[in-house]
């Protein structure tokens, strides 16, 4: 090994020990010491995720921003970071790994190189993106907190867990844009930036590079300016298409298109107390901002877009004439630069009548087609109801014919219940009543003559008594007749022997 190389692992080595990305455990809460790079202490609200790390960044053993990482796409989610400065100049990059995303039981507790790694770590790779995912590709490995704005002399954004696959275009296009509103737009409408909170973060699409990292199908921007009496919170997206614009929206619109549906900030920001006049200013920067990359898209100068990343650029002003220009030169000078500015402003008039008319047929083009695909769903909406409504119907029919075969079914039953219920009755009563029933005609026939009999009988008896009771009370009357005449008699002899 040349002493070249020694050099450059020595210095590879010292940077990876001046750098630390800790690992939150998933029984902490928040992203320990660094949720102070959030809002009010409080980390974006959302469902947790099995495959989402924090990632607590450190370097020279102080925080410098907070990451959510996904290693099922092997990209983060989201970077968060706080009063972006202009970064020290002169820093070459070194991308390195998280060895424990990998191997949580890894001896390496600090993020080092990937070479290094890859002799102690199990699995390296198997949970992140590695150096060697993008040879060969497209894609370069693109910062969602750019070194640029940050102000470690270490350069801890320079980890695989704060990059996502970006084209080279698109990239040198994101950073333009990030310097661009960091400096013209953000920061001077902050107070001094100690308050302003900045989230960036991409949204995964299905392609990926090498088949393991996720390309991102937008990168976003969250800022939330938290100055007392002052404060604001607005969103921005920038698609990874060619020749999009990075575009502005409001901060519960850019949380409707997060797949997540993330709340990145609590109480979005103070949203009851925002300063709606520093966002108007912050909107005519980005207005500005847009314009320029429209203007370098239609130049197609990709020379200009590196020239004009990160400063406002400057046309350089005409040549004067010098001392010894002569009368003629000035004399053209003086006719010609009228005819110049006045074509310079038929430009900029047609240029900006072409942009608006252009827009506005854009507006009333998707006014139009937003008319029609609100007619077709209301139509779509409209026939499918009825045809369910039909299905619904036609479903029933049978369901319908059951409950009457079931309501039949039962009503015979109940009949064969009731039935049933009298044979058991009528086999219930005892044999001895039914013989008794059974032999009563005959004992009443029988007794008929009998009973006959006693009441000639009885009859004869009456007869008998009556005709008893009529002589013995003849006798009777017939016996005291003539014992009273017997006494009559008797006396009547008894006075005459008297008198004689």
Not at 202 to 224: M, N, Q, T, Y
Not at 292 to 305: A, K, V
Not at 381 to 387: E, N
Request: charged share 20%.
């Amino acid at each position: 090994m040349g002493p070249e190389r020694c050099l450059a692992l020595g210095g590879l080595l010292a940077l990876a020990g001046l750098l630390e990305g800790r690992l939150v455990r998933r029984e902490e809460a928040g992203f320990g010491e660094c949720d102070r790079f959030f809002y009010a202490g409080t980390p974006p609200a959302g469902p947790a995720a099995a495959a989402h790390v924090r990632i607590c960044q450190r370097s020279e053993g102080a925080e410098r921003f907070a990451t959510l990482y996904s290693t099922q796409h092997r990209i983060p989610v989201y970077s968060a970071f706080r009063a972006a400065r202009p970064a020290p100049l002169g820093v070459e990059p070194r991308w390195l790994v998280e060895p424990q995303i990998d191997d949580p039981n890894s001896s390496l507790e600090e993020v080092t190189d990937e070479a290094e790694a890859v002799r102690s770590v199990n699995k390296l790779g198997s949970n992140q993106a590695l150096n060697a995912d993008f040879l060969g590709s497209d894609y370069r490995t693109g910062q969602l907190y750019p070194f640029s704005l940050s102000t470690d002399p270490h350069s801890a954004t320079f980890t695989l867990t704060n990059a996502a696959p970006m084209t080279p275009s698109f990239q040198e296009r994101w950073y333009m844009n990030l310097n661009s509103l960091m400096e013209r737009a953000l920061t001077p409408q902050c107070g001094s930036g100690d308050e302003l909170y900045i989230i960036t973060g991409a949204v995964p699409s299905d392609l990926r590079v090498s088949d393991r990292v996720s390309i991102p199908e937008f990168v976003w921007l969250a800022a939330c300016c938290a100055v007392p009496a002052g404060g604001w919170a607005m969103g921005f997206v920038k698609h990874t298409r060619d020749r999009e614009v990075i575009e502005d929206v409001m901060l519960r619109d850019l949380e409707k298109l997060l797949p997540f549906h993330l709340q990145l900030f609590q109480n979005n920001c103070g949203e009851t107390d925002q300063d709606t006049e520093k966002m108007k200013k912050i909107l005519e920067v980005v207005n500005q901002v847009q314009d320029e990359e429209r203007r370098l898209d239609s130049e197609g100068g990709s020379e200009m877009l590196s020239s004009a990343r990160g400063t406002r650029s400057a046309l350089p002003p005409p040549e004067t004439s010098g001392e010894g220009s002569s009368l003629l030169g000035r004399l053209l000078g003086f006719v010609v630069t009228p005819l110049i500015k006045l074509c310079q402003l038929i430009y900029y008039l047609a240029f900006g009548i072409l942009k608006y008319t252009v827009y506005f047929l854009w507006y009333v083009t998707k006014q139009v087609i937003n008319g029609l695909e609100s007619c077709l769903y209301r139509l779509g909406s409209a026939t499918i109801t009825y045809f369910l409504t039909i299905g619904e119907e036609l479903g029933s029919i049978p369901w319908k014919v059951l409950k009457v075969t079931v309501r039949i079914t039962r009503a015979v039953l109940r009949i064969l219940c009731c039935l049933l219920k009298v044979v058991c009755r009528v086999v219930g009563v005892p044999v001895r009543v039914l013989v008794d029933v059974a032999t009563f005609p005959v004992y009443t026939i029988g007794a008929v003559p009998i009973v006959c009999k006693d009441i000639a009988m009885g009859l004869g008896g009456i007869l008998s008594l009556l005709f008893d009771t009529a002589f013995g009370t003849m006798g009777g009357l017939f016996q005291v007749i003539f014992t009273v005449c017997k006494r009559v008699g008797y006396k009547i002899t008894f006075d005459n022997l008297g008198e004689l």
